[in-house]
Structures are given as C-alpha cells and as structure tokens.
C-alpha cells in the first residue's frame, strides 16, 4: 500500500519543456512513474521523446487530463506563473497537484491552496520535493536511487535535504511513502494530513516525522499523535542553534521570540510520546529499535531469528548546525 501515489497514478508534468522539468521528468520516468504527458501551452501538439518514451504536450491540464486520464499533476512552473498554472489544474480537476516550485509569492500561495480546498484537490508543496512510493511511482524530485523498494517506513517531512538522508540511512529496511510537505509558511498538505494517512495505511508500520522550528505546525502534530495516532512515531526537529529572528533556509524556518523554537517543539512532541533524535543518524538508530520493539513486544526472538540491520554513515555523515 501507499498514500497519495500509487502504481497506477497517471501524471502531468507543468513546465515539462523546461531544463528542470525535463530533467526531473527524465528522472521520474526510470523510477517507473507513469508520465502522460505535458502542459504547456506554446508547445502543445508537440511529442518530446525522453529516453525513447514519446511524451505528448497538452495546451492544458484538461487537455490533459481528457486525452489520458491524468490524475497527477507536477508544477514545474517559474513562480510568477505558478498560481496560474495550479489555478488551472484545480480548475480541471486534478486529485494531486505536486507544487516542486520554489519562491511562489505568499499571497500567491494562500489564493491557490483556497481554491483547492474548495475544489477537494489535494496540494503538496509548494516549494516541496514532491511525493513518492518506492517501488512504484515517483511525482517530484526525490532521489529515487535512495529507497530502491518498498518498505515498513512513513515518512513526512518539511525538508528535503533530511528527507533524502534520512531515506538514506534507513533504505535497507524502506518506505510504504515519503511525502516532503514544503518549508513555505503557507502549504497544502500537513503533518496531520499525512499521519492520518499514514495511520490507515496497512503496510505502514512506522511513522517518521521531520519538522525544523517556525511556525507551531509540530506541536499541532504532537496534539493529533496523542489523540489519534496508535502507532509509533520517531521525529527529528532542525534548528535547534538556529539564531532568533533569523531565517534559516525555507521561509518558514524562522524564530520568534519564544514561538517555533525547536525545544518547544521537541518537548511537545516528547509529551505526546514520540522519541526525538538529536541527529539524523540518531533518529534513524530510534527507528531500528522502535522497529525490534514493535515487531518483538515480548522481548523473545523473532521466527527468523533476525533483527533490523544497522545502518551505515549517511552520505555526509553530519548535518549542517541549523539542520535546515
């Protein structure tokens, strides 16, 4: 199982004939995601071949999404012309939008992500790395090559970077789904969105949870592990030497005062009863042994006689002071 992306999900790619589009489309493809085509409206008509797969230019999402039954869309889009491209894909229907661009407008964001609730089309992002499902579909810029299968792990995360090591450092166990949800301070699809989804999701075992300070996004997911999370959560907060007042990387890391601290953070989600690592790769280590621990509660050995391997360095091995 998966949440948000399947095997069977059929994407759009915005801004496909653009250098990043076309190479994160390239990228996407031999993840085995299914690609249907393209907007954009000068080249539509047009096929690109990538790789020897012809991919057709649509002049619109719904052009789109009539021809082929796209249920995906992946925003490549500058961010002055992003709202208009996310308008028009919440205007079509779309069920997924995957917002990769970085620097939309503020206001432009809060216009987009209203419009698309009142639609009931979901958005990752913006500024994001997208979604994927190891195995099965990749719609963003995730690393494929960093979780080549399918695992027991949910992942949901604001930063990429630590997305990626913490793929990384836990790829031999694997993930039912990473989503990194964007660091902007106004996105679509949160924390809770994705414990929730997480939660009833069959195959996932175990929920890892990256926040950075700013904002009280954390301390809301602290509140709705409590309520209504039943299986273990491992988090992991970035900044904690970041310096008051000062953004540290996406424009939502940010402290003020004594809010978004990430010792506020920590304690919240601690009270809640999820373990907090004070590094990436001690994070992964909570992970291995929450795994032994929920899948052995007696402490007696498994059938196998087996235990989670142990990890090796990340491809760092630290992380940056901020963690941002």
Do not use: W
């Not at 009142?118 to 790395?129: E, F, L, W, Y």
């Not at 997305?163 to 809770?192: N, W």
């Not at 999701?201 to 700013?214: C, F, H, K, Q, R």
């Not at 010792?263 to 919240?268: C, G, P, R, V, Y």
């Amino acid at each position: 199982m998966a949440i948000y992306l399947t095997k069977e999900s059929k994407v759009l790619v915005q801004g496909m004939t653009g250098a990043e589009g076309m190479k994160h489309t390239r990228r996407m493809l031999a993840a085995g995601t299914r690609i249907v085509g393209g907007v954009n409206p000068r080249k539509a008509g047009r096929s690109v071949d990538i790789d020897g797969a012809g991919i057709p230019v649509f002049g619109s999402v719904r052009e789109g999404m009539d021809a082929t039954g796209a249920d995906v869309t992946v925003v490549f889009v500058p961010p002055p012309f992003a709202k208009a491209a996310v308008t028009e894909a919440v205007d079509a229907g779309i069920a997924l939008a995957v917002v990769i661009t970085e620097g939309i407008p503020v206001h432009d964001a809060v216009a987009f992500h209203a419009h698309a609730r009142s639609r009931g089309t979901r958005i990752i992002g913006p500024n994001c790395p997208g979604v994927i499902t190891p195995g099965q579909s990749n719609a963003g810029i995730i690393p494929a090559d960093i979780a080549p299968g399918p695992g027991r792990i949910g992942l949901v995360s604001k930063s990429g970077t630590l997305t990626y090591q913490l793929m990384h450092e836990l790829r031999d166990i694997g993930f039912t789904s990473a989503v990194g949800i964007g660091g902007d301070p106004v996105i679509g699809t949160t924390h809770i969105d994705c414990l929730t989804a997480f939660e009833n999701d069959p195959d996932t075992e175990l929920i890892v949870l990256i926040g950075e300070i700013g904002g009280d996004a954390e301390e809301r997911a602290a509140a709705h592990i409590a309520q209504h999370i039943s299986k273990p959560v491992i988090g992991y907060i970035a900044g904690f030497t970041a310096p008051e007042g000062k953004t540290m990387g996406h424009a939502g890391a940010i402290v003020s005062g004594s809010s978004g601290t990430a010792e506020a953070k920590q304690k919240a989600l601690e009270a809640a009863g999820v373990a907090v690592g004070a590094t990436p790769t001690e994070t992964a280590r909570l992970v291995r042994e929450k795994l032994v621990e929920h899948s052995n509660p007696t402490g007696t050995s498994s059938p196998s006689g087996t235990s989670v391997p142990s990890g090796e360095p990340s491809p760092s091995g630290t992380s940056s002071p901020s963690g941002v």
